[in-house]
């Protein structure tokens, strides 16, 4: 099994900051696409950003463009999330997910996922 693990989520007001960290196993991890998703009640799951093996590559969504960065560290085996001037509807859980030979923002796309930590942005 590829398990994905996340950390970083919180509590933060409106403007602040939240790095979240996604960890996976070395080889497998560091060789696919890893990305972020994020999900809120009534809202449909949103592909946040994402990053092919190279780090060369990314994606972002329109609402996160400028305020958020994905990067990765092959060395430690993971990928960031730095989140900045988050706004309440930033607010949802957010999801890790790896695939390998495929990159996007499309949920079916992945086939590894996280169990997700929860980001709260209060105005």
């Known amino acids: 099994q590829v398990q994905l693990v996340e950390s970083g989520g919180g509590s933060v007001q409106a403007g602040g900051s939240l790095r979240l960290s996604c960890v996976g196993p070395?080889?497998?991890?560091?060789?696919?696409?890893v990305a972020w998703f994020r999900q809120s009640p009534g809202k449909e799951r949103e592909g946040v950003a994402a990053i092919k093996s190279g780090g060369i590559t990314i994606f972002y969504a329109d609402s996160v463009k400028g305020r958020f960065t994905i990067s990765r560290n092959h060395a430690e085996n993971r990928v960031y999330l730095d989140m900045q001037q988050l706004t309440v509807q930033d607010t949802g859980m957010y999801y890790c997910a790896a695939v390998r030979d495929r990159c996007g923002l499309r949920a079916a796309v992945y086939e590894y996922w996280g169990q997700g930590t929860q980001v709260t942005v209060s105005s």
């Open positions: 070395g080889g497998p991890f560091n060789s696919a696409c």
